[in-house]
């Protein structure tokens, strides 16, 4: 038995990159920035992945900025490069559960904090 689950919290790095295809499905790609304990060091980031009505609550709510929380699985893209011919990969988290975190006041205004935050706090 196997388990691969990955929860985070953090602020979306960009706005969503959505696309519609004509089956219907509709995917939204966008990096996540997860701070560390310490001021100090840089936050960690994800690539994310997140298909269907999820997706589409992505692309109409999440702005760069926005307060997250997700659950999913990791998975690795491969692929090769066109240019050098070589393999290459890089970890993407497939979200299963996306929550928005913030509140309407902060989507309304871009996904800043509010409140107890500084600007400082914002890795990008």
């Known amino acids: 038995m196997g388990v691969n689950s990955v929860t985070l919290v ?10 519609y295809f004509e089956s219907g499905s509709v ?13 100090d060091d840089e936050p960690d980031w994800f690539n994310l992945e997140i298909w269907g009505k999820q997706a589409q609550v ?6 760069k ?3 997250l929380g997700i659950i999913g699985s ?11 011919g070589e393999e290459r990969s890089k ?3 497939r979200v299963d559960r996306l929550e928005l975190l913030g509140s309407k006041r902060d989507a309304e ?14 890795p990008f």
């Open 109 to 122: 205004q871009g996904g800043g904090f509010q409140g107890g935050g500084n600007e400082e706090d914002v």
């Open 10 to 19: 953090g602020r979306a790095g960009r706005d969503p990159e959505v696309r």
């Open 74 to 84: 990791l998975k690795l893209d491969r692929w090769t490069d066109r240019a050098s």
């Open 58 to 63: 992505a692309a109409d709510y999440v702005k």
């Open 91 to 93: 970890p993407v988290v």
């Open 65 to 67: 900025g926005s307060l």
């Open 27 to 39: 995917v939204a790609n966008l990096t996540l920035a997860v701070n560390r304990r310490s001021r």
